[in-house]
């Protein structure tokens, strides 16, 4: 299978825990998605954008979604993939916390199956979806064309909007760091925030501004 560059750089557990289950993995840029699952020439390969819930409502709030799909169903036909989204996470969550209506999130679900014509999977978090890549990848079959995982593609390099998203999610993660730098917009301001400052930022509750702030505020000491 091949791992998106840009997919891999934010979450390398995940090449880490498919190579462990005996997953031959290559990393490269992917026009379109996070996963390509190789097939012999008689299946179809299936190309996987995979998101969190967090990821899905933060894409249906400023209307992403639409945008990402058709990128997903475009690079898919052009190849002959099959496309898929992989939803990791309880759905209902977004109406238990956020206050969403859930019919509202399942009418975005069946435009995405019905309209744009790409199959939805659920899985409940990240280790149940990488079970089912590397289920999925074995019934697939093995592909007779090596070329692809011979090498392991050098990956992209980061432009500098990336670079600092990298950086804060190693604080916060992919979600709130987003949210961390829309609200502050520069690193130096964020490291300047104080533990009230942090707590004005939607998800940041008592405990984790008060982690970001030791993270950015601790004297580092060599060990």
């Known amino acids: ?120 999977l659920n899985t409940p978090n990240a280790e149940a979806t990488i079970e089912w890549i590397v289920a999925k990848s074995k019934s697939l079959g093995e592909t007779k064309d090596k070329r692809v995982l011979r090498m392991r593609v050098e990956k992209k390099p980061m432009d500098l909007n990336e670079r600092i998203l990298y950086v804060v999610e190693g604080l916060a993660g992919p979600t709130i760091a987003r949210r961390l730098l829309s609200h502050f917009k520069t690193i130096r301001n964020l490291a300047n925030a104080t533990i009230s400052d942090l707590l004005k930022v939607e998800g940041v509750g008592e405990k984790r501004a008060q982690e970001i702030y030791a993270v950015l505020n601790t004297p580092w000491r060599e060990s």
């Open 1 to 120: 299978m091949i791992i998106d560059s840009r997919e891999d750089s934010k979450h390398p557990d995940f090449r880490r825990a498919l190579s462990v289950r005996g997953m031959r993995v290559a990393v490269q840029p992917l026009p379109a998605g996070d996963f390509l699952l190789l097939a012999p020439p008689d299946k179809q390969c299936i190309l996987v954008e995979r998101k969190t819930v967090d990821d899905l409502a933060n894409s249906i709030r400023d209307n992403r979604i639409w945008e990402q799909s058709k990128l997903l169903r475009e690079a898919a036909e052009k190849d002959g993939h099959q496309p898929l989204i992989v939803v990791e996470g309880w759905i209902g969550a977004l109406e238990k916390y956020r206050g969403w209506k859930i019919q509202s999130v399942l009418r975005v679900l069946d435009t995405l199956m019905l309209d744009f014509r790409i199959p939805v």
